[in-house]
């Protein structure tokens, strides 16, 4: 089955303890992306992928890492997470004609 | 300005009515149009692709208005399983409107 998987799909923390949101695509896509979705902002663009090794800033970069070191795997990292970054975030990966979203991961930062 | 604006609504509708949503978008030279849905505490999921003469999936019609730059959806004979939220989003690097909200009650 086509699919993106993200994990944790739930997590909360404390400020400045490390994480790393993993996300999964098995449908060879080359084009993959992270979002977060606040009330009232919609969902915000926060690093994109064109291919393995190439990645660069969406709307909301600030705080957040990524990296593409093969093409199926997209993580994000937040190295220092902060309570402004309690949110829910959602993978996605992409043809030209469509994105697939992962399940999203509600993310809490204390 | 923002590249995507949408109207957040809500839209309450009764089971049965019509209703449109428009979303305008800033960029002259985009070239990808999308309708998505979200249902509560869900993913977004693909509704349709907007085309340059409109297109018709059933109750759904999307129409491409390049000159005044917006996009619209239209839906007919509303059902209470419409209701969610309808994000439009312009271009392949994409750029999401802030998502509409509808409610459709009996």
């Known amino acids: 089955e086509a699919q993106v998987t993200q994990n944790p799909r739930y997590l909360i923390t404390v400020t400045g303890k490390k994480l790393t949101v993993t996300c999964s695509q098995n449908m060879n896509h080359e084009y993959m992306s992270w979002y977060r979705q606040d009330p009232g902002l919609g969902l915000r663009q926060i690093y994109y992928?064109?291919?393995?090794?190439?990645?660069d800033k969406g709307d909301v970069p600030e705080g957040y890492k990524v990296s593409r070191k093969e093409k199926r795997n997209f993580p994000l990292i937040l190295e220092s997470p902060s309570p402004n970054q309690t949110s829910l975030y959602f993978c996605a990966s992409s043809t030209s004609d469509e994105q697939f979203f992962g399940p999203g991961t509600r993310l809490t930062v204390l | 300005r923002k590249e995507v604006e949408q109207d957040p609504g809500p839209f309450n509708v009764p089971e049965g009515a019509t209703v449109a949503f428009n979303c305008t978008y800033s960029n002259s030279a985009s070239q990808s149009f999308f309708w998505y849905r979200q249902d509560c505490r869900k993913e977004p999921k693909l509704l349709m692709s907007?085309?340059?003469s409109g297109n018709e999936d059933g109750r759904f019609t999307a129409q491409l208005n390049r000159a005044s730059q917006y996009i619209s959806l239209l839906i007919r004979d509303s059902k209470l399983s419409d209701s969610a939220t309808y994000l439009c989003v312009v271009n392949n690097i994409p750029t999401f409107g802030r998502g509409t909200s509808l409610i459709v009650h009996p």
């Open positions: 907007v085309y340059s």
């Open positions: 992928s064109m291919n393995v090794e190439v990645t």
